[in-house]
Nanobody
Framework: VQLQASGGGLVQPGGSLRLSCAAS????????MGWYRQAPGSQRELVAT?????????NYADSVKGRFTISRDNAKNTVYLQMNSLKPEDTAVYYC???????????????WGQGTQVTVSS
């Protein structure tokens, strides 16, 4: 399964960006989709995830709660990250992630996108 992320760029503090990540391939179902980020010199960290199992659940890092919103279009196998009120500390490479089942053999997969740069600076 391949993930293609887009939507990064340069934005001023307080601005907004919307990231998109589309999954393609032999997909039976995608259970979890999410976003992670990695700043220079830091480890990759969770930003937000959404899972459709166990009744559905969304999880956000404390640092982005109230500012970022994750959403999914299951018909398009696409996950979005709406980022508002951006801060310089949000600067990082953002990676999308998806986990689910292959078609037709229902093996599990876990895939990462290539990353998209988000820079928040005046």
């Amino acid at each position: 399964v391949q993930l293609q992320a887009s939507g990064g760029g340069l934005v001023q503090p307080g601005g907004s960006l919307r990231l998109s990540c589309a999954a393609s391939g032999n997909i039976y179902s995608i259970r979890t989709m999410g976003w992670y980020r990695q700043a220079p010199g830091s480890q990759r960290e969770l930003v937000a995830t959404n899972t459709i199992i166990s009744g559905g659940r969304t999880n956000y890092a404390d640092s982005v709660k109230g500012r970022f919103t994750i959403s999914r279009d299951n018909a398009k196998n696409t996950v979005y990250l709406q980022m508002n009120s951006l801060k310089p500390e949000d600067t990082a490479v953002y990676y999308c992630n998806a986990g689910g089942l292959y078609y037709p053999d229902l093996r599990q997969f876990a895939s990462w996108g290539q990353g998209t740069q988000v820079t928040v600076s005046s």
